[in-house]
């Protein structure tokens, strides 16, 4: 399958910093990519579909302005918590898929996990 | 509103035997399934996936059932391994596009 890299891994920040993951497709063109949420032992909700070139659109209740989304080329696109709290503290994932991707399975990155102190 | 719903959250099943996970949607737009695997601090890896022209998809251990009319699907995994221990989750999309809604996921324990 498709290779999608999400970095970093981990890591820990102060309030009110901000934090930015990236996730990249190593071997494919990834016109969209997806953002999803997993609180401990909860489900991964999605938070935004960013399509390569335009603004990403944001599931409802997600703070679009707290949650910055990025997607400047075809196999990189970043998500950048701003002015970060503890309750942003989770693990996010982000997914990808290309051009002609129909009904496959998403491509995950490996997840970063954030803890706000 | 949790559209996909897997009602078991965890599950244990003898090594060699059959493991039998369960997942129901209310979305009738719903038109293809998957199964993911996930390992803790680790992105969901894919296992299996289902189209609504289908009832029954196989691959090695891995059977995924449909149900359209009951909107019920289920994965089966025959026979269980220790290494099959994980979280498993199903999702679903529609349209043909790959926007996964999730269901709450099913701890699998395969015991010796």
């Known amino acids: 399958g498709a290779v999608v890299s999400q970095h970093p891994s981990w890591v820990i920040c102060k309030s009110g910093t901000s934090v930015k993951i990236e996730c990249r497709s190593l071997d494919f063109q990834a016109t969209t990519m997806f953002w999803y949420r997993q609180f401990p032992k909860q489900s991964l909700m999605l938070m935004a579909t960013?399509?390569?070139?335009?603004?990403?659109?944001?599931e409802q209740g997600v703070e679009k302005d707290k949650f910055l989304i990025n997607h400047a080329s075809l196999t990189l696109s970043t998500l950048t918590v701003t002015s970060a709290h503890p309750e942003d503290s989770s693990f996010y994932i982000c997914?990808?898929?290309?051009?002609?991707?129909?009904?496959?399975?998403?491509?995950f990155g490996q997840g970063t996990r954030l803890t706000v102190v | 509103d949790q559209q996909v719903k897997q009602n078991s959250p965890s599950l244990s099943v003898q090594e060699g035997r059959i493991s039998i996970l369960n997942c129901d949607y209310t979305?009738?737009?719903?038109?293809?399934f998957l199964w993911y695997k996930k390992y803790p601090a680790e992105g969901p890896t894919f296992l299996i996936s289902?189209?609504?022209?289908?009832d029954k998809n196989e691959d090695g251990r891995f059977t995924v059932f449909l149900n359209k009319s009951a909107k019920h699907l289920s994965l089966h995994i025959v026979p269980s391994q220790p290494g099959d221990s994980a979280v498993y989750f199903c999702?679903?999309?529609?349209?043909?596009?790959?926007?996964?809604?999730f269901g709450t996921g099913t701890q699998l324990k395969v015991e010796l």
């Open positions: 979305n009738s737009m719903f038109d293809y």
């Open positions: 997914s990808a898929s290309g051009p002609t991707d129909l009904n496959t399975e998403a491509f």
């Open positions: 960013s399509n390569e070139g335009s603004k990403a659109t944001y």
């Open positions: 999702a679903a999309s529609s349209g043909g596009g790959n926007k996964l809604t």
């Open positions: 289902i189209s609504s022209i289908k």
